[in-house]
């Protein structure tokens, strides 16, 4: 018998007035306890955190309360957490402290990569959800304590990750030139800090219909670069459906933001050295080792790309027309176009830009590695990894409707 799904109803139970749930059944959640409780007349999802986790349930609290009325009405559904508290262990079978959260159940199903093939408009309405998050008042986020990270603060600290992870000897020659060369674009990392979600990917998302109807996972919920948003996105994307993705991102939200692809790029490239990094950090040797093939990977790709040339990949405005054809005449030959056969092998490479001519609006989304490593041993909560494997492991598995 679960005693120690009981244990939590019953605890649960205590933290709200005017619900006495009738009946239980443990939700399936690879990283937390998590229970669905009803009295009959409602439904509500208990979380478990454990004591290394308390830190971000807390957050998350706070950044669905500070969130959700920042939103229009229409706008996805936001978690709404009605109680959180830390309780002793042993009242639920554990052996040191947990949160407990309480909220209403998330609507629709998690989001999976499949989804994008058979509903074609789903990219259109994760490009408006995107967008409206990014178009909130951050002034209440920042008020709430949650990170603000301004565009300067950004680029030295990209810059300072660059320098550890070069420290490490593990990352080659060309990434590391490249990616200095991009941080030394200063004109490309000003821009104005918004509202961003930093951790964007399928378990984050909830869908019904090939329309996003809700966000959750708000833990790393911070005032910072819409670009590192965008990247996430990139990688559930194929290159023709970012395009679309980017186009209605700009039809919904046009900041005057001139670096924001290349910023994309960046981002979506970068996101193997912070494996490395977090695997170093935790000494994880395993680890180390898988980032550290997955860079040369990324290595022998981009080079590959940077030696036959490419076309260019150009910010086109909502019509599908480039938004500033001298930039589109400047840089043709630069980055190879979206479904061309150079742009599907790099899909993990959105930058191929040599240092001596950096165009700040080339892009490539980001791209598939085949290293045959175990990536999912390297710790990480920004990028989704589904896309480095050849199935989608989620296939075939109830969802979880918590």
């Known amino acids: 018998m679960d005693t120690a799904g009981m244990r939590i109803t019953a605890v649960a139970a205590t933290m709200l007035d005017d619900f006495e749930p009738s009946s239980w059944t443990r939700l399936p959640d690879s990283d ?6 009803t009295d009959g007349d409602r439904s509500l999802v208990v979380t478990l955190a454990a004591h290394d986790r308390a830190a971000a349930a807390h957050a998350e609290h706070i950044a669905a309360n500070t969130l959700a009325p920042l939103l229009p009405a229409d706008a996805p559904t936001i978690p709404r957490i009605l109680a959180a508290r830390t309780v002793d262990g042993e009242a639920v079978g554990r052996d040191t402290d947990v949160t407990l959260t309480i909220a209403d159940p998330m609507p629709g199903v998690p989001l999976s990569t499949a989804m994008f093939e058979q509903h074609p408009a789903l990219v259109e309405s994760l490009a408006r959800t995107v967008a409206l998050l990014h178009s909130a008042d951050p002034g209440p986020i920042a008020d709430a304590g949650l990170t603000v990270e301004e565009s300067a603060e950004t680029r030295d600290r990209l810059l300072a990750d660059l320098d550890s992870a070069a420290a490490t000897g593990r990352v080659p020659a060309l990434l590391l ?7 030394e674009e200063v004109t490309a990392w000003r821009f104005l800090p918004v509202p961003i979600h930093a951790s964007l990917g399928p378990d984050a998302l909830w869908t019904i219909d090939g329309d996003v109807v809700a966000v959750s996972d708000l833990a790393r919920l911070r005032v910072g670069d819409p670009a590192a948003d965008l990247a996430a ?3 559930m994307l194929t290159p023709e459906d ?9 039809a919904h939200r046009d900041p005057d933001d001139p670096g924001l692809r290349r910023r994309v790029g960046f981002h979506a490239e970068i996101t193997v050295l912070e494996w490395l990094l977090a695997a170093v950090a935790a000494q994880d040797d395993a680890a180390i080792d898988d980032a550290a093939d ?18 260019d990949v150009t910010d086109r405005d909502e019509s599908g027309e480039p938004a500033d054809p001298d930039e589109s005449q400047e840089s ?31 892009f490539r989304p980001s791209a598939r590695i085949e290293a045959g490593v175990d990536e999912d041993g390297i710790s990480t909560e920004r990028l989704d990894t589904s896309e480095l494997h050849a199935l989608d492991p989620r296939e075939g598995d109830e969802p979880d409707r918590g």
């Open 332 to 362: 043709a030959a630069e980055s190879a176009a979206p479904g061309s056969d150079d742009a599907e092998a790099a899909r993990t490479t959105p930058s191929t830009r040599t240092a001596a001519d950096p165009d700040p609006d080339a």
């Open 294 to 311: 997955l860079l040369q990977a990324l290595a022998e790709v981009t080079g590959d790309a940077e030696d036959t040339g490419d076309a």
């Open 242 to 250: 970012f395009e679309r993705f980017f186009r209605s991102y700009r």
């Open 177 to 183: 030139s490249r990616w200095e060369a991009a941080l």
């Open 233 to 235: 996105v990139s990688s």
């Open 32 to 37: 937390t306890d998590r229970i669905l409780m």
